[in-house]
């Protein structure tokens, strides 16, 4: 990038943007397995509305824009509702489920450093938890213990857990479900634990929280996840996933709201300006982030979000069937939401080839390290795609049968 000495006009400027993506894959069509969440135009162009009318706003600023307070109080008792927290529950808006999760292991180590005592705090997680638990661990001084799901369902293994707990515990984490296999931890089985134990229990809901009470009023049988399961303390839930909000717009969502005052706030004052008062990580935020997630959720109802949460089980069960109609293919299970991984079952078979060929004819392939595999996230844009990506994969398979090459990109999930 050189800085140009004078400035230049929109439209090169807009050439220039147009021609950076020229490498990119296209969302249009539902060719990438992540990333991206699309249910249709329309929905498209409230989001882009809605978040250019608050293009400007700056929702650190309460005072200045109760606008954007009120927005987002709405927002959060939406949430609040969505997963059934109880009456005194607290939720905040953050950027994302990286930061709804770093919240919340902050706001579980103050809690602990307070009133347990613990200055040396560890958590315990399943493997299968997201990469931002440990990311927060580390940037929080909070060691995070990751261990293995020993049973062949992908799910928490609850005595192995309990087993690595120790004095310094502070925490543990259940996913609903988790990223890697589509898998609701056993949330009444972790509930238990942190009431026996005394710890703070963190729920990842940041896939299934604005998908699975819509899954389950369409009568598939979701595992207990929410707030109803006695001992969960806090949860984080992603509006910019299945809320089908625009990126950057989360919830993590408190038990109490004793808990983010006592806690989570940051209310500082030891400087010249007087107080600065904060909830997230974030100093200043965008407001169009607030009043976009704050439209698409008026925009879509209850009726919209029912209706994507059927385009997603049905689209998901028609790639299932069909990626165990092709012979060397196995879709694993269980896969309880909208997340599947694809297997070769056939050993002369390599499956990071099968994605490369893929990646040739223009998919983006989510690649799964263990076991080597392709991850599929469901989101209502693959209604559009699925046929052809099945056909297509079925001639990659043919095309790679017996080839002995590792994928180049093999082991690479993102
Ligand atoms: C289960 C789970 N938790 C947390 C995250 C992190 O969310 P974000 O990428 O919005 O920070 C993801 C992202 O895919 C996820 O799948």
Known sequence: MVLPATGRAWEEIAADLEAAKAKDFSWRGGRMALYFYYLDDALNDVQ???YTSFWTENNLGK???PSLAKLETDVVEFGLKTVNAPDGAAGTFTSGGSESIFLALQTARDWARAEKGVRDPNFVVPRTAHPAFSRAGHALGIEVRRVRTARNDFKADVAAMEATLDSKTIGIVGSAPHYPFGVFDPIRELGALAQRRGLWLHVDACVGGFLSPWVKKLGYAVPEWDFSVPGVTSMSADLHKHGMAPKGASLMMLRSDELKQKYQTFDFRDWERGQYLAYTMQGTRPGGAV????????YL?????????????DTKKALMDGVNAIPGLAALEPSELCIFVTRATDPGLDIGAVSDAMVARGWFIGRQAEPAGIHMHVNPIHRESWRTYLEDLRACVEQVRGARTVGKEAGLTY
């Open 48 to 50: 882009k509305k809605a």
């Open 63 to 65: 005072r200045a824009f």
């Open 291 to 298: 009043a976009a997630a704050w439209s698409v959720i008026q």
């Open 301 to 313: 109802g209850d009726s919209g979000y029912l209706e994507c949460a059927r385009i997603v089980m």
